[in-house]
């Protein structure tokens, strides 16, 4: 259970002084160093973010031409993922796709941690507005995540902001909570006491003190935010309330795909194998930072 | 313990009215009238105003939100704006199909869930349980519409051992119906089981450490009946709660799920709901699905002192 709930998560220094430096962020990476798996998931995201990013200047093909002689061809060596409906090359429309894909995910993220962390904070140190908080948290938190979205985007209308804006309000309740959670612990530490006898502001102790004890928990359930994030607006654009079709995301590529599922499967599979490797690099990389942030969950496994 | 289920309900009841408001908001930012934006265009401004007359928007906000949580206690979702129906009929109508699907689902991902996670922590460490670790993150990584689209074309269409889609024929036999959802229960079970293999791995981790397991195996008992007998019935607690929060969740991913396989259920009920803007129909589901959610937590609270005696409320 403990496993699932990353709350507080200041590094301890360790005993062996075998490098020098005992920054926290050195002995991050440190710890990572001993995460193989983790690292190479790290390497596969970076790889989709830079494939994301000059997927133009990566593909011979533009993946918005269409070529109706080359329409619903299998994977062949000049179109390696085939070819859809249109003729378009399959590989760099996936490619296009990651970037929608990857960029109304992490406007989420930002989103979520950004209210979540206003809210948590206000709920761990305004005593008077935390009931109120937590009891709005446990409302949102009774929806199912994609339902939720769905509502808000049926009231809005589909666009990008308004998914970002739909999936960013039904993550905020995540990290808010864990963000309180670690607030509380947090406010009843010595150093926090110390500062607070001391007679620093109580805005200064957030920054300077607490602000920064709630970086690990906080990054960690980012990183599982994003990987949500994407399969929920996958699933979104599939059910065409999501970011509009003109532009590719895997999403609507699966969706479109649907009606040549008895032609061209190849259609479906390959986006589909974006989504996946995705998501379960974000989800390795959540891990393995929980793991070699929290160090009272070493000795579990 | 009466005592305790009567604080539970209290705060049950005040987490429902944050979640009628919260409905109820959504459905008064639209921008724009809701009322002209049902009735489109083509509306005169005469029709527009008979039904904000009729669905009370020209009264004060708070008029309209006592209204509306009148409305609720008396089970009167209103009535959907196309289907001409109210919208707990429209909705009992499909509950039925979404109920079997989100049942065979949670079946489907319990039975993959449990004994694979219980095997991954006795090996715990060795090849076996990094492997199901490793395939549990793989499953929650895989959307469930392309598990179902996948899954239609290589057991419906190359091989036709399931329907393609639908839920049969009118007046079809039950075990015709069940078999039209075999294929959606899966795509929407594997997912989820990798959630409930996790929670049941690191609850019986966590138990097999403890003393009383330690002595039954010293006293010789056969290590399936410790694993079963004593450690898994100490597991049991977090793993009954992930798998409540695991019906819930399969509602929601019924959505999905029964849009892939055309299936007429509640999910395809709210799809079509927000395509048409039926906003009746989309508070309506809201509600139903947000109140059975918050039913079932309680239910597992609850169930928790069946499972284990030593809890007291």
């Known amino acids: 259970m403990t496993n699932e709930s990353p709350v507080l998560a200041a590094p301890k220094p360790r005993k062996s002084g075998f490098f020098e430096s005992r920054s926290p962020t050195a002995m991050l990476l440190r710890q990572l160093g001993r995460r193989p798996l983790t690292l190479i998931a790290a390497g596969l995201l970076a790889a989709v973010v830079v494939i994301a990013l000059f997927s133009p200047w990566l593909t011979p093909y533009d993946p918005m031409k269409m070529d109706i002689l080359n329409r619903l061809k299998p994977p062949t060596t000049a179109h390696w993922l085939g070819t859809d409906e249109f003729g378009r090359d399959v590989l760099a429309r996936i490619m296009l796709g990651a970037r929608l894909s990857l960029l109304v995910s992490f406007l989420v993220v930002i989103f979520a941690t950004v209210m979540g962390t206003l809210l948590g904070l206000l709920g761990g140190y305004v005593r008077a507005l935390d009931g109120v908080l937590m009891r709005f948290t446990d409302a949102l938190m009774a929806f199912p995540d994609i339902l939720l979205a769905i509502a808000f985007l049926a009231a809005l209308g589909p666009s990008l902001f308004n998914v970002v804006l739909a999936l960013g309000v039904v993550y905020t309740p995540r990290v808010a909570r864990v963000v309180r959670a670690a607030t509380l612990v947090i406010r009843e530490l010595p150093f926090v006491e110390a500062a607070t006898a001391l007679g620093v502001s109580t805005p200064r102790i957030i920054r300077v003190h607490v602000l920064p004890n709630l970086m690990s928990p906080i990054i960690v359930q980012a990183t599982f935010i994003f990987a949500f994030a994407i399969l929920t607006e996958a699933a979104l654009s599939f059910l065409g309330v999501g970011v509009p079709p003109t532009t590719p995301t895997w999403g609507n590529m699966i969706a479109g795909a649907q009606q040549y599922i008895r032609q061209a499967d190849w259609l479906i599979l390959f986006p589909g194998f974006a989504i996946v490797l995705t998501v379960l690099a974000l989800q390795m990389v959540g891990d393995g930072l929980r793991d070699a942030l929290d160090p009272r969950l070493q000795k579990v496994t | ?313």
């Open chain 2, 1 to 313: 313990m009466l005592t305790y289920i009567l604080r539970r309900l209290v705060g049950m009841f005040i987490v429902m009215l944050i979640v009628a408001a919260v409905v109820f908001i959504i459905a008064r930012v639209i921008p724009g009238d809701p009322a002209a934006v049902m009735l489109g265009s083509a509306a005169t401004p005469e029709d527009v105003a008979a039904l904000r007359a009729r669905m009370g928007l020209d009264q004060p906000f708070l008029t309209q939100f006592t209204l509306y949580l009148k409305q609720i206690v008396t089970f009167d979702l209103g009535d959907s704006i196309f289907l001409n129906r109210p919208v707990t009929q429209a909705l009992a109508e499909r509950a039925e199909l979404t109920t079997f699907l989100t049942l065979m689902s949670v079946g489907i991902a319990v039975a993959i869930g449990v004994p694979i996670g219980i095997v991954s922590a006795v090996k715990r460490g060795r090849l076996v349980d990094q492997g199901t670790v490793a395939l549990a993150m793989l499953a929650a990584s895989v959307p469930s519409f392309w598990i179902g689209l996948t899954l239609i074309r290589y057991l419906a269409v190359d091989v036709p051992w399931f329907p393609v889609a639908g839920y049969g024929p009118p007046g079809a036999s039950l075990a015709e119906r069940l078999h039209h959802l075999v294929l959606p229960a899966i795509a929407l079970g594997i997912p989820n089981s990798a959630l409930i293999l996790r929670f049941t791995r690191t609850s019986m981790l966590d138990v097999m450490n403890e003393d009383y397991v330690r002595t039954a195996r010293a006293k010789g008992l056969p290590p399936l009946t410790v694993i079963l007998k004593h450690a898994l019935r100490n597991a049991l607690i977090p793993i009954l709660t992930i798998i409540g929060l695991t019906i819930a969740v399969m509602i929601a991913g019924a959505i999905v799920t029964e849009t892939v396989f055309g299936l007429p259920g509640v999910g395809n009920l709210v799809v079509s709901a927000v395509l048409r803007r039926d906003y009746p129909v989309i508070q309506g589901a809201l509600l139903v699905v947000s109140g059975l959610y918050v039913l079932i937590n309680l239910a597992v609270d609850l169930l928790y002192a069946v499972v284990d005696p030593r809890v007291r409320y």
